[in-house]
């Protein structure tokens, strides 16, 4: 991690950004109502998924890692904050964020805790904000007055860039100038060819097909910034989780092990088995893009959460003045204890059944 502090605006635009899942997550039980247990006795959890892409638990369902729970799929999303808010306001059971997303909303009342890791990047896989060839932009300065496209304001791109920028050497004044506009993913790139932003996020398979293409190139990376880091966590609800922890453990270990079966898994046959997914599903997505995938993005054996990946936001937060020193501790945010690769069902190094498996 950078020794630098990071720049207060940083923390000021998440806070701004998830200002409104804090206020409807302290109102847990206002939302919907859970959707029980299917006909086999199974806790159904709801979940919203990701167009063309296989989320870990999606994958843990397909391999019968899953004993206690069935997954429901209740529609699609781009933003981490978004789908916290849904997970806090009891619209699906489970929602994945941005680490600091994921700070801020438990620093302002909301009781959930994180119990895995849900992205991260890794060697192969990791997020490039990139510029065009011809762009003429070459470094830092030549962002201010420009716009940057991102998924999510009060995210991780947001983050990366307003840090990026802050580590550089620009001022708070010139950052402020560096425009930020949400631009779904699937459409970043031929943002960013038609000019109509100047930096784009490009991520996964996103990435990999616009490089493929050529004419652009990355002016930063969040992989440059902090080298192999987990970036979020799935989060629950306290209330929930003290209901169904039978269920909870279920999800986590399987979700842990799918994870784990893509760190372990040859390249070609998880692709197979992702794209054998996306078609049995029939929500009408093209396949096509997943022959760039390249790895999970998780840099930890099974999804382990680590301290100073939350430590680092409860950090920023007491500089800035919206927290009070000891007010919130990294330890009392996440748990691993459902997780076999840190409860010692499995060493760290074992494969997603607990066996010996060789070096990818």
Request: net charge neutral; aromatic share 8%.
């Amino acid at each position: 991690m950078p020794s630098s502090a990071p720049p207060l605006r940083a923390v000021r635009a998440l806070a701004a950004a998830v200002a409104l899942v804090t206020g409807l997550s302290v109102l847990t039980g206002c939302g919907t109502s859970e959707p029980g247990n299917t006909a086999d006795g199974k806790t159904v959890f709801r979940y919203q998924g990701a167009t063309g892409q296989v989320s870990p638990f999606e994958l843990a369902d397909d391999l019968g890692y899953f004993s206690k729970i069935a997954l429901r799929w209740v529609g699609d999303t781009t933003s981490g904050p978004a789908n916290i808010q849904a997970a806090a306001t009891n619209q699906v059971e489970f929602g994945s964020a941005f680490n600091g997303a994921v700070v801020k909303l438990i620093a302002g009342g909301a009781k959930v805790t994180s119990v895995l890791s849900s992205y991260g990047s890794d060697d192969q896989s990791f997020t490039g904000y990139f510029v065009r060839d011809d762009a003429g932009i070459n470094s830092p300065r030549d962002l201010i007055g420009k716009k940057v496209g991102i998924n999510t304001l009060g995210a991780h791109h947001e983050f990366v860039t307003r840090e990026w920028l802050h580590q550089q050497g620009l001022s708070e004044k010139e950052i402020k100038q560096v425009e930020l506009t949400v631009v779904p993913p699937a459409n970043t790139e031929d943002a960013l060819r038609k000019g109509q932003i100047d930096v784009g996020a490009l991520g996964s398979v996103f990435r990999e097909t616009a490089v493929e293409r050529g004419g652009i190139h990355p002016l930063y990376t969040d992989k440059a910034l902090f080298g192999t880091f987990d970036y979020g966590t799935y989060v629950f609800r306290n209330d929930y989780l003290a209901k169904n922890q039978e269920a909870v453990k279920d999800f986590v270990q399987g979700t842990a092990r799918a994870t784990r079966w893509l760190q372990v898994t040859p390249r070609e046959e998880a692709v197979a088995r992702l794209t054998s997914i996306i078609e049995k599903r029939g929500r009408n997505e093209n396949t096509g893009l997943l022959k760039y995938w390249r790895s999970s993005g998780i840099p930890v054996p099974g999804a382990v959460i680590a301290e100073k990946e939350l430590q680092i936001w409860i950090d920023w937060l007491v500089r800035n003045g919206e927290l009070k020193d000891g007010q919130l501790k990294a330890t009392d945010l996440f748990t691993n204890k459902d997780n076999p690769y840190a409860n010692g069902t499995y060493t760290p190094t074992s494969g997603p059944a607990g066996e010996v498996v060789a070096a990818k």
